[in-house]
């Protein structure tokens, strides 16, 4: 079966740093995706690993273990814009479509 | 605006009544996706053509949905005798078909659906 865990809900201060952990559990794993949706708006599309390691975008920062089935998102130099929900996205082998959990609240406070 | 465009953005019907939605993806994009979201939830996949050949079809897509993309450009979702548990936002994706390559999904607004 497949499984997708990330923390409900994660609470940081302006200008801080936070990751955003994701495990998952899922068959011919591909990659994992990342994405961001604001309260109202449509998802878009982040960062991407297939590989291990560290991908990096601006402020945003993304890792993946497959050996671990583990992955992160870390946002840098937090802003207030940044408050919305987090969906790590792990995509099966020869399937395009992505497989999205309950996501990360996440709430940038002043 | 060339991104992803989806109408209706707000449809509210009867227990029972049929509804229709159409999507249009990105242009160039050959690929198209369906999901749903309800409040609290991530995007649940529906379904996803390549062209106008719908290839997979999730378990949740029950007999009263029904999918099609006629000519690979637009494709439009309906729904026969809603329930209200259909009551969800109705997301469309699409992408570029780039083999071997990873393919970003862009999302349209989404279609927010209210059974009454």
């Known amino acids: 079966g497949q499984s997708l865990e990330q923390p409900s809900e994660v609470t940081a201060v302006e200008g801080a740093i936070v990751q955003i952990n994701c495990t998952y559990q899922?068959?011919?794993?591909?990659?994992l995706s990342w994405y961001q949706q604001h309260d109202g708006g449509a998802p878009t599309f982040l960062s991407y690993?297939?590989?291990?390691g560290l991908e990096e975008t601006g402020r945003f920062s993304s890792f993946l273990s497959r050996s671990d089935s583990y992955g992160y998102l870390l946002l840098q130099e937090l802003q207030m814009k940044d408050s919305a929900s987090y969906f790590c996205?792990?995509?099966?082998?020869?399937?395009?479509?992505?497989?999205f959990g309950k996501g990360t609240k996440l709430s940038v406070i002043p | 605006d060339t991104g992803v465009s989806q109408d209706p953005r707000h449809k509210i019907t009867k227990r029972g009544q049929n509804v229709t939605f159409r999507c249009d993806p990105i242009?160039?994009?050959?690929?198209l996706y369906w999901y749903r979201q309800t409040l609290g939830q991530g995007p649940e996949f529906l379904t996803y053509?390549?062209?106008?050949?719908?290839?997979?079809k999730s378990r949740l897509l029950s007999d009263r949905f029904s999918a099609e993309r006629p000519k690979g450009s637009f494709s439009t979702l309906e729904i026969q005798r809603t329930e209200q548990g259909d009551s969800a936002m109705y997301l469309c994706?699409?992408?570029?078909?780039?083999?071997?390559?990873?393919?970003?999904?862009?999302f349209g607004p989404g279609t927010r659906l209210t059974v009454l």
């Open positions: 994706a699409s992408s570029l078909g780039v083999a071997g390559g990873y393919n970003e999904q862009f």
């Open positions: 899922t068959s011919g794993f591909y990659g």
């Open positions: 242009s160039e994009h050959n690929r």
């Open positions: 690993n297939a590989l291990d």
């Open positions: 996205a792990p995509g099966g082998a020869g399937s395009y479509q992505l497989t």
């Open positions: 053509f390549q062209n106008e050949a719908q290839l997979e």
